[in-house]
C-alpha cells in the first residue's frame, strides 16, 4: 500500500502532500508596501548556554507573498527540532527576495538567515522554490514531462 508522506508543513499549519495543489489565501496577500525588517547571519548556541549572535539587520521597503515552512528529519522520522522557513518578498522596486532562516534548536548547530535575489522562474513547479513559488500563487501544475523529468538534484553550496 502505498501513502503520499508530508513533504512541506506551511506556516498556516495545514499539512501538504507531494502532488496536490496548494491553495493560496489570497486574503494573506497586502497590497500596500511596508517597512520589512529581517536578519542576516548566523547565531550560534554553545555550552553552558552561551550564545554567538553574528547577525545584521537588513530594512527594506516593499511586501510579504507568502511563507513555507519545511521540518527537518532525525532518521525517517520529522522533528521540530531542525528546519528551514522560507518567505517571499517584492521590495518597491519590483525585486523578488527569499529570506531564509534554517533554525536548529541543537546546542552547536548555527541557525543561519540569509536574503537572496531571486527570478520568477525560480519560483515555477521546477525551480528552486517552487514550493515557496506555489503557495504565493506563482505556481501551476506539472506538465506530464516535467513530471516524468528526473529530478535535478544539483545544488550550490
Not at 110 to 133: H, Q, V, W
Amino acid at each position: 500500500m502505498f501513502f503520499l508522506q508530508p513533504k512541506r508543513i506551511p506556516v498556516a499549519g495545514a499539512l501538504t502532500y507531494p502532488g496536490l495543489k496548494r491553495q493560496v489565501n489570497k486574503n494573506k496577500r497586502r497590497k500596500e508596501m511596508e517597512n520589512i525588517k529581517v536578519l542576516v547571519g548566523t547565531v550560534e548556541s554553545g555550552r553552558g548556554g552561551i550564545s554567538q549572535d553574528n547577525t545584521r539587520l537588513v530594512e527594506f521597503e516593499g511586501e510579504e507573498l507568502g511563507s513555507t515552512s519545511e521540518f527537518g528529519y532525525e532518521g525517517d522520522r520529522l522533528t521540530n527540532s531542525r528546519g528551514v522557513k522560507e518567505t517571499l518578498y517584492r521590495a518597491r522596486d519590483g525585486r523578488l527576495l527569499v529570506h531564509i532562516c534554517d533554525w536548529s534548536h541543537w546546542q552547536g548547530e548555527p541557525t543561519r538567515f540569509s536574503l537572496r535575489e531571486i527570478s520568477e522562474d525560480d519560483l515555477g513547479p521546477r525551480g528552486e522554490f517552487a514550493f515557496l513559488g506555489a503557495e504565493a500563487g506563482y505556481g501551476r501544475p506539472l506538465t506530464l514531462d516535467e513530471a516524468l523529468a528526473p529530478p535535478d538534484l544539483s545544488f550550490d553550496c
